[in-house]
């Protein structure tokens, strides 16, 4: 009995136990254990799955570049559809009917970007106003829907590939702005980023620095701030887990995407505005704090005690890209993709703000570990117009951008 419960422990609990990679449920534990989840969802053990980071390639699209009549730029957040091999790169220009995403293919090898399309957000009858949704993060999910959290109002919405509003996900009330600004989410730093694990099964989704409830904002100065990580349900639209995240000084966690089903093992970037972090996190023995309308205890706000940093999420620094003097930006956008070799890789996006002096600047990433999400290879070459001298094909009807022009 011990020894299950040592297992489950390593395993993170949650009615989870070992047994060995191939094996089936039962199986003895072994050194390197792998856990099996009650619904035979089997996931590696606790702790880092990535085991190494390359530097591919960095690319640019240029400021000021017009598709369809509206600009590219300001882009938040990017995800993979493996079910049509395009990325789909969002906007977070809130003008009146402008909400908008952009779908595209990238070569992960050549840096190549070819945009197809641009779409507008709206309602079955009508556009999004401002106010309606401020959008910050974008996921796909299969067979064909975009999941988008927005940072104010709070709330996550499910769009068609068209852009047309579909549902929305129920985020717990303690996330809703009060009217004097001391409860909720901070302004612009409500739900950046979105999620959706590689079976479906869970949507995930996070602050970008803490609740007014739950403590300070990042600072330059060390200070910390404890965001919130949510699991939601994506059949009954509803949260069901949470867990505290802690950023790093004068960072906010922009955007994360889920490696693996068991909420074992995330990817993550912290941005301070211009400089960025690659992180990786799980929730093995992080405090489950749902519905918890702070997370200082008793619902007294005191921030001289913060929450216990060993009962929020374990995360690692996998890149400072100052240190190793990789460009960067404001990074706000990650996606898995797939180089051609067949390694898994990683795209980040830059944020240029609409700043007319910088463009949106893209890095890939080759990945080493253990896996569970798979893609597919972009198609990278896809015709269309040349922009800035040369190196696209004909007749594709999108604008082709190459790295070397």
Same mark, same amino acid.
């Given at each position: 009995?011990?020894?299950?419960?040592?297992?489950?422990?390593?395993?993170g609990?949650?009615g989870?136990f070992?047994g060995?990679?191939? @094996?089936g449920k039962g199986?003895?534990?072994?050194?390197d254990?792998?856990? /099996?989840?009650?619904?035979?969802?089997?996931?590696m053990?606790?702790?880092n799955?990535?085991?190494?980071?390359?530097f591919l390639?960095?690319?640019?699209?240029?400021a000021g570049t017009m598709?369809n009549?509206q600009? /590219?730029g300001?882009?938040?957040?990017v995800?993979f559809d493996?079910d049509?091999?395009?990325?789909? #790169?969002?906007?977070?220009?809130?003008?009146?009917?402008q909400?908008?995403?952009?779908q595209a293919t990238?070569d992960p090898?050549s840096?190549?970007?070819?945009?197809?399309?641009v779409?507008?957000?709206r309602?079955?009858r009508g +556009?999004l106003a +401002?106010?309606?949704?401020?959008?910050?993060?974008?996921t796909?999910?299969?067979p064909?829907?975009?999941?988008?959290?927005s =940072?104010q109002?709070?709330?996550i919405?499910?769009?068609?590939l068209?852009?047309?509003? #579909?549902?929305?996900f129920?985020v717990?009330? &303690?996330? $809703?702005?009060?009217s004097?600004?001391s409860?909720g989410a901070?302004?612009?730093?409500?739900?950046?980023?979105?999620?959706?694990?590689?079976?479906?099964?869970a949507?995930?989704?996070s =602050?970008?620095?803490?609740l007014?409830?739950d403590?300070?904002?990042s600072? %330059?100065?060390?200070?910390?701030?404890?965001?919130r990580?949510?699991?939601?349900d994506?059949? =009954?639209?509803?949260?069901?887990?949470?867990?505290? &995240?802690?950023?790093?000084?004068g960072f906010g966690?922009t955007?994360f995407?889920?490696?693996?089903?068991?909420?074992?093992s995330? #990817?993550a970037l912290e941005?301070s505005?211009d400089?960025c972090?690659?992180t990786e996190?799980?929730?093995?023995?992080a405090?489950d704090?749902?519905n918890?309308e702070?997370i200082?205890?008793?619902?007294?706000?005191s /921030?001289?005690?913060?929450f216990p940093l060993?009962q929020?999420v374990? @995360?690692?620094i996998l890149v400072d890209?100052?240190? %190793?003097?990789?460009?960067?930006?404001?990074?706000?956008?990650?996606?898995?993709?797939?180089?051609?070799?067949?390694a898994?890789s990683? %795209?980040i996006a830059?944020?240029n703000?609409?700043?007319?002096r910088?463009?949106t600047? $893209?890095?890939?990433?080759s990945?080493?570990? +253990? /896996?569970?999400r798979v +893609?597919?290879?972009p198609?990278g070459g896809v015709g269309g117009?040349d922009?800035?001298?040369?190196g696209?094909?004909?007749?594709?009807?999108?604008q082709y951008?190459?790295?070397?022009?």
């Amino acid at each position: 009995q011990q020894q299950q419960q040592q297992q489950q422990q390593q395993c993170g609990g949650k009615g989870s136990f070992c047994g060995k990679a191939g @094996k089936g449920k039962g199986s003895p534990p072994s050194l390197d254990p792998v856990c /099996f989840e009650e619904d035979g969802t089997i996931c590696m053990g606790c702790g880092n799955v990535i085991t190494g980071v390359q530097f591919l390639q960095e690319f640019s699209i240029p400021a000021g570049t017009m598709f369809n009549g509206q600009e /590219f730029g300001g882009i938040s957040a990017v995800t993979f559809d493996e079910d049509r091999e395009i990325f789909y #790169l969002l906007s977070d220009d809130t003008t009146d009917g402008q909400q908008r995403f952009f779908q595209a293919t990238i070569d992960p090898l050549s840096g190549d970007v070819n945009i197809l399309g641009v779409k507008n957000f709206r309602r079955r009858r009508g +556009t999004l106003a +401002t106010g309606d949704i401020k959008p910050a993060g974008i996921t796909y999910r299969s067979p064909g829907t975009l999941l988008v959290s927005s =940072t104010q109002p709070v709330g996550i919405f499910e769009f068609d590939l068209e852009g047309t509003l #579909l549902n929305y996900f129920n985020v717990p009330d &303690y996330y $809703m702005t009060n009217s004097d600004s001391s409860f909720g989410a901070r302004e612009n730093l409500g739900l950046s980023s979105v999620s959706v694990s590689p079976s479906g099964d869970a949507v995930w989704s996070s =602050t970008q620095q803490a609740l007014y409830q739950d403590g300070p904002s990042s600072s %330059l100065t060390g200070q910390q701030s404890p965001a919130r990580i949510v699991k939601l349900d994506p059949v =009954t639209k509803q949260a069901v887990e949470e867990y505290v &995240y802690y950023t790093n000084p004068g960072f906010g966690l922009t955007e994360f995407v889920a490696v693996d089903d068991c909420g074992q093992s995330f #990817l993550a970037l912290e941005s301070s505005g211009d400089a960025c972090l690659l992180t990786e996190f799980n929730t093995c023995f992080a405090t489950d704090v749902f519905n918890q309308e702070t997370i200082l205890g008793n619902n007294q706000i005191s /921030f001289s005690e913060p929450f216990p940093l060993d009962q929020a999420v374990q @995360k690692t620094i996998l890149v400072d890209f100052q240190a %190793l003097q990789l460009p960067q930006g404001n990074c706000e956008g990650i996606s898995f993709s797939q180089t051609g070799s067949g390694a898994a890789s990683v %795209l980040i996006a830059s944020n240029n703000g609409f700043d007319n002096r910088e463009g949106t600047q $893209m890095l890939f990433l080759s990945m080493s570990g +253990t /896996f569970q999400r798979v +893609t597919v290879t972009p198609r990278g070459g896809v015709g269309g117009v040349d922009v800035g001298g040369g190196g696209g094909g004909g007749g594709g009807g999108g604008q082709y951008y190459n790295r070397k022009n």
